[in-house]
């Protein structure tokens, strides 16, 4: 059974501090793994996109990393701002079902 | 529209009720998703449709639950005599194609609170 999990739960940096969000997933079957934004009281934004034959994929000040044989990924997050503040979830479509495995988050505040 | 679209964007029930949470999908998405979250669960896939089908509806909680899709655009998930563990926040999603690289877009989803 696919099991993802992210550390850490909860992370408060300053503004302008680069981070690192951290996603592990226990088997490598994957389609893709999504990290995805969520604001208070709203739905997932997606971010980023790695098919299983990437390696990374970057969008602005955002740039993921996927690493299938060991089971990782990290969300970096350059120059970090008040406005980056939000739930961070990483998820992986699973090979054998196609359903998207969230795992538990990690929640990001940025202090100005 | 330009996005998912859910309704109602909050729900107040009595337990016993029945509820209907309706999802509006992007225009021309084949693939259309129900999620729901709730507090110390995370995100937890119900069921999804390809068109109007639905081939595999193992991830509904129970047999309270249940969905149709038709006209292969709008979707509705049923839930029949609420529970207060059915509280959450119920998210739908769709993308262009089911089991292709394309990314799920959300919507807001409905907050359903049973009392």
């Known amino acids: 059974k696919q099991e993802v999990t992210q550390i850490p739960a909860a992370l408060s940096v300053p503004e302008g501090e680069n981070l690192v969000l951290n996603c592990s997933f226990t088997?490598?079957?994957?389609?893709?793994l999504q990290w995805f934004r969520q604001d208070p009281g709203k739905g997932l934004t997606s971010l980023l996109l790695?098919?299983?034959?990437?390696r990374e994929q970057t969008s602005g000040r955002l740039n993921a990393s996927l690493d299938k044989s060991s089971g990782r990924s990290t969300l970096y997050i350059a120059a970090s701002q008040p406005g980056d503040s939000a739930t961070y979830l990483c998820?992986?479509?699973?090979?054998?079902?196609?359903?998207?495995?969230f795992g538990q988050g990690t929640t990001l505040q940025v202090k100005p | 529209g330009a996005g998912v679209s859910q309704s109602p964007s909050n729900k107040v029930t009595e337990k016993g009720k029945d509820v209907e949470l309706r999802c509006d999908p992007i225009?021309?998405?084949?693939?259309l998703y129900w999620y729901r979250q709730s507090l110390g669960q995370g995100l937890e896939f119900l069921i999804y449709?390809?068109?109007?089908?639905?081939?595999?509806k193992s991830g509904l909680p129970s047999d309270r639950f249940s969905a149709e899709r038709t006209g292969g655009s709008v979707s509705t998930l049923t839930i029949q005599r609420t529970q207060q563990e059915d509280s959450a926040v119920y998210l739908c999603?769709?993308?262009?194609?089911?089991?292709?690289?394309?990314?799920?877009?959300f919507g807001d989803g409905t907050r359903l609170s049973i009392l």
């Open positions: 088997d490598s079957a994957i389609y893709n």
């Open positions: 999603a769709s993308s262009l194609a089911f089991g292709n690289n394309q990314p799920q877009h």
């Open positions: 790695i098919q299983s034959s990437q």
């Open positions: 449709f390809q068109g109007n089908s639905a081939p595999d």
């Open positions: 998820a992986v479509v699973s090979s054998n079902t196609g359903k998207l495995i």
């Open positions: 225009s021309g998405h084949t693939a």
